[in-house]
């Protein structure tokens, strides 16, 4: 069963952040090394504590790895451990105080905001019939508009966008609650896929906005990143720029770009800790000099002079 754990976390980190082949098989590989010490410690993965970890930690080092190496197989551990206590697999996160050897931290990849245009008009032609055009122009006008995790899109109650709302009520990590308001493009592409949706049989008995003939009932993010992938294609963009999780970020990068603050932009992505929001700040910096160098009396006389 616990071998199910690197599977669920390999397919969501596929789905959701766009992860490639070789970032994949890199998890996997660190994982199951991982699943083989804590084993022979008598433990699993659900009932391993902060001790088993550190544990590893310092099999690796005796090892003699690489800091990157080690630092990256802590990554995952930690990864794995954050997606199992917010699917609700354990009640705590044994990896979340230890730290590893200091690494860079890269900022998100985003879009600007015309490349996030021409993906939302190629969603409005590239599918083969109406109906799907519809369905995917509502899947990327909702994510754009709301910056949700693809988990949270793809899953979204019917309810909550019956009535034409101005805010959507989103069910997120943990099963933590919360309001976002839906731009007058995102109402549109909602009542124009619900008119195609409600006509069907079996559809329109579903509680999900987007069902789906699966297991879950709705569409899977697996599906979601695959037509991303094809949007990608056809609009140019390089597919490893592009997944479900570029899109919010780029929600965030351009409501920060247009003066929004942290602590807004924080509620709105469900973020839990304000330290996690903080990695947007680097746009505030580029805003923030732009600013400077165009406003200031000395930078104007200067440019003047010259």
């Given at each position: 069963?616990?071998?199910?754990?690197i599977e669920s976390f390999l397919e969501a980190s596929a789905a959701e952040l766009g992860t490639t082949n070789n970032t994949q098989q890199a998890y996997g590989s660190d994982l199951k090394n991982f699943l083989s010490f804590v084993t022979g410690q008598g433990s699993n993965f659900k009932t391993s504590d902060r001790k088993v970890v550190e544990s590893?930690?310092?099999?690796?080092?005796?090892?003699?790895?690489?800091?990157?190496?080690?630092?990256?197989?802590?990554?995952?551990?930690?990864?794995?451990?954050?997606?199992?206590?917010?699917?609700?697999?354990?009640?705590?996160?044994?990896?979340?105080?230890?730290?590893?050897?200091?690494?860079?931290?890269?900022?998100?990849?985003?879009?600007?905001?015309?490349?996030?245009?021409?993906?939302?008009?190629?969603?409005?032609?590239?599918?083969?019939?109406?109906?799907?055009?519809?369905?995917?122009?509502?899947?990327?006008?909702?994510?754009?508009?709301?910056?949700?995790?693809?988990?949270?899109?793809?899953?979204?109650?019917?309810?909550?966008?019956?009535?034409?709302?101005?805010?959507?009520?989103?069910?997120?990590?943990?099963?933590?609650?919360?309001?976002?308001?839906?731009?007058?493009?995102?109402?549109?592409?909602?009542?124009?896929?619900?008119?195609?949706?409600?006509?069907?049989?079996?559809?329109?008995?579903?509680?999900?906005?987007?069902?789906?003939?699966?297991?879950?009932?709705?569409?899977?993010?697996?599906?979601?990143?695959?037509?991303?992938?094809?949007?990608?294609?056809?609009?140019?963009?390089?597919?490893?720029?592009?997944?479900?999780?570029?899109?919010?970020?780029?929600?965030?990068?351009?409501?920060?770009?247009?003066?929004?603050?942290?602590?807004?932009?924080?509620?709105?992505?469900?973020?839990?800790?304000?330290?996690?929001?903080?990695?947007?700040?680097?746009?505030?910096?580029?805003?923030?000099?732009?600013?400077?160098?165009?406003?200031?009396?000395?930078?104007?006389?200067?440019?003047?002079?010259?």
């Open positions: 069963m616990t071998i199910n754990w590893y930690l310092i099999y690796c080092e005796a090892q003699g790895l690489a800091t990157s190496t080690k630092a990256r197989r802590l990554s995952s551990i930690k990864q794995l451990y954050r997606f199992a206590f917010e699917e609700g697999l354990r009640k705590d996160n044994p990896s979340v105080e230890i730290r590893g050897p200091s690494k860079h931290k890269k900022l998100p990849k985003t879009l600007s905001v015309d490349e996030v245009s021409q993906l939302l008009i190629a969603a409005r032609t590239m599918p083969k019939n109406e109906s799907q055009q519809k369905r995917l122009t509502c899947l990327m006008e909702l994510l754009y508009a709301t910056g949700m995790r693809v988990t949270e899109l793809v899953s979204l109650s019917v309810a909550s966008v019956r009535g034409q709302p101005s805010m959507i009520l989103v069910c997120g990590k943990g099963g933590r609650e919360r309001m976002i308001p839906i731009s007058n493009d995102a109402k549109k592409a909602i009542i124009e896929w619900l008119s195609f949706r409600d006509e069907g049989e079996t559809t329109k008995k579903s509680l999900f906005l987007f069902p789906s003939h699966g297991n879950q009932g709705h569409l899977t993010r697996v599906w979601f990143f695959q037509q991303i992938k094809k949007l990608a294609k056809t609009v140019g963009i390089s597919i490893d720029k592009l997944s479900p999780h570029t899109l919010r970020h780029a929600f965030a990068t351009h409501l920060l770009t247009g003066g929004a603050d942290l602590r807004s932009i924080q509620t709105l992505l469900g973020h839990r800790d304000i330290a996690t929001t903080e990695i947007y700040t680097h746009v505030l910096d580029e805003r923030l000099k732009e600013l400077v160098l165009t406003h200031h009396p000395l930078a104007q006389q200067r440019e003047k002079s010259e």
